[in-house]
């Protein structure tokens, strides 16, 4: 797999965003896939296990844990994780390199950055800064501050109060904070690189506007077929076009 392929899977970006952009969102996507597997191995190795409760029946300790974690919150960051992977493998398949768009268009490659090619940027863009928000807003709306004690009333399912508290609660809380803060700084680099494909989408309309002194238009470069109005008339006996 080469280099780019390797950076647009990882960034979710094609090659039409700026360098930089792209570098810093591929490197956000590797430190967060690394924290992850090293969470899953230390901190989030077993959730449960980490519970240390008033009642010693496995129903409690499930229903303490299930109500106060609809979702665990390393959960939630590996869906976000699958999420952002399954967008960077689309845009390999939507951006290809740019060697090989060079060589679909042809003549035309230095207009390869317009048009379609812009629009399908903005798009992507939107929905890998919607795919991160949508997550990042998930988990601070669940969980504003990880808990370290836990407390469920009496239940059917179990039929005492308990009161549970959480091994290395700070420590899972930390963790949770370094992933929702990468988010947030990959938010803003895509923020960033959507600003500078609307710049350019605009720069291009104006250009597109703007009229030559001898008052032709400057797309009127592009070659098109010659219309009826393009012949030169020359008056002759039979008045006929040359």
């Known amino acids: ?15 039409q965003a700026p360098r930089l952009c792209r570098v810093s969102l591929a490197s956000l ?11 899953a191995a230390t901190v989030w190795r077993d959730e449960s296990a980490d519970l240390r409760c008033n009642s010693t029946q496995r129903s409690c300790l499930l229903a303490c844990w299930d109500e106060a974690f609809p979702i665990s919150p390393f959960n939630l960051f590996l869906l976000q994780a699958a999420s952002l992977l399954t967008h ?9 390199s740019l060697d090989v768009q ?13 048009g379609l090619e812009l629009r399908s ?32 009333p009496p239940s059917v399912s179990c039929p ?20 929702a803060v990468t988010s947030w700084i990959s938010i803003a680099v895509a923020v960033i690189a ?20 001898m008052g032709t238009p400057l797309l009127r470069s592009v070659h098109l077929p010659p219309s009826k109005w393009d ?10 076009p040359v």
Do not use: D
């Open 88 to 96: 960077g493998l689309a845009c390999v398949f939507l951006f290809p």
């Open 29 to 39: 996507a590797v430190f967060r896939l690394g924290f992850l597997i090293l969470g």
């Open 1 to 15: 797999m080469e280099k780019e392929t390797v950076t647009t899977l990882l960034s979710g970006t094609g090659a």
């Open 121 to 152: 940027h903005l798009v992507n863009l939107l929905a890998k800064i919607l795919l991160e928000g949508l997550f990042v807003m998930t988990f601070h709306s669940l969980y504003s501050h990880y808990p370290e004690t836990l407390y469920f």
């Open 102 to 114: 060079g060589k679909g268009l042809g003549g035309q490659s230095q207009l390869w950055r317009s």
């Open 194 to 213: 959507l600003c500078l494909v609307i710049r350019e989408m605009l720069q291009t309309a104006f250009s597109a506007c703007k009229i030559s002194p």
């Open 231 to 240: 012949f030169t008339w020359k008056r002759s006996s039979n008045w006929v």
């Open 160 to 179: 005492e109060a308990t009161r549970c508290t959480i091994q290395a609660a700070s420590w899972k809380e930390a963790f949770s904070l370094f992933i």
